[in-house]
């Protein structure tokens, strides 16, 4: 298994408890990937079915844990592979941030945006820039040089 050094953990309702390893927490933290907390991931389905209140936050969390467990197993059940950490945090950081560029109410609206050109246009410009300023932050919060982002 992997070395954990001071993982920490969310309560969720699908997956029980979800490991965050502290790797991934400054991610968590940044604002970009906060606003997915107000995000639906069903869409307007909870206007048909109350209970139906899942958000793009909590489906990106359950996504990096499953993205984390199926690396976590093939490092363990492959060893020729070789998985190193910077892997493991790669697959767990591209799981966790899948959604991030997401606008509001799921896909709903996505064939709307495709006729109206000039709408489609600014909702990718802003989406983009949200990307962007995420990058700028985790660039800050790992100390990474802009030159030097290969990970």
Known sequence: ????????????KV??????PENIQPIIDTEEFQRLRYLKQLGATDYVFPGATHTR???????????RKVILHLKDRQP?????????FCV????????????????????????MNILCIYTSLCLISCVFMFFMNIQTIFGIDAVDARW
């Open 57 to 67: 936050f909590e489906h990106s969390l359950g996504v990096m844990h499953l993205s």
């Open 15 to 20: 997956h029980d408890m979800i490991e965050v």
């Open 1 to 12: 298994m992997t070395h954990k050094k001071n993982p920490s953990y969310i309560s969720d």
């Open 92 to 115: 767990s950081a591209a799981g966790l941030l899948h959604d991030l560029g997401h606008g509001p109410f799921s896909h709903v609206f996505d064939h709307q945006f495709v006729c």
């Open 80 to 88: 020729n592979l070789k998985i190193t950490e910077n892997e493991i």
